[in-house]
Nanobody
């Protein structure tokens, strides 16, 4: 059974940091891209960042470049999203996903973790 389990969400003040983790199981971890998407209330889900776990290539949405860093620990089948200099507009449910082509195509989703940034 494929599982993507997120952790690390929470409440933080603007300017603070959080690190999200996505633990994957049930598939060949290094055969897929793993990424993070987010959905704020009343908005569409958007891609935040993605990493190709086979070669380490990454992608970021413009609004988080320079603030967020995605990384993977292939030995632990885990992908991390380090989020620094958080802003209230980063508030959303963050979802881990697996897929292809740096997350252009998604095949599995996690259950989501809430990130709330207070001003």
């Amino acid at each position: 059974e494929v599982q993507l389990v997120e952790s690390g969400g929470g409440l933080v003040q603007a300017g603070g940091s959080l690190r999200l983790s996505c633990a994957a199981s049930g598939f060949s971890f290094d055969a897929y891209a793993i990424g993070w998407f987010r959905q704020a209330p009343g908005k569409e889900r958007e891609g935040v960042s993605c990493i190709d776990t086979s070669d380490g290539s990454t992608a970021y949405v413009d609004s988080v470049k320079g603030r967020f860093t995605i990384s993977s620990d292939n030995a632990k089948n885990t992908v991390y999203l380090q989020m620094n200099s958080l802003k209230p507009e980063d508030t959303a449910v963050y979802y881990c996903a697996s897929g292809f082509s740096l997350c252009d195509y998604v095949n599995y989703w996690g259950q989501g973790t809430q990130v709330t940034v207070s001003s």
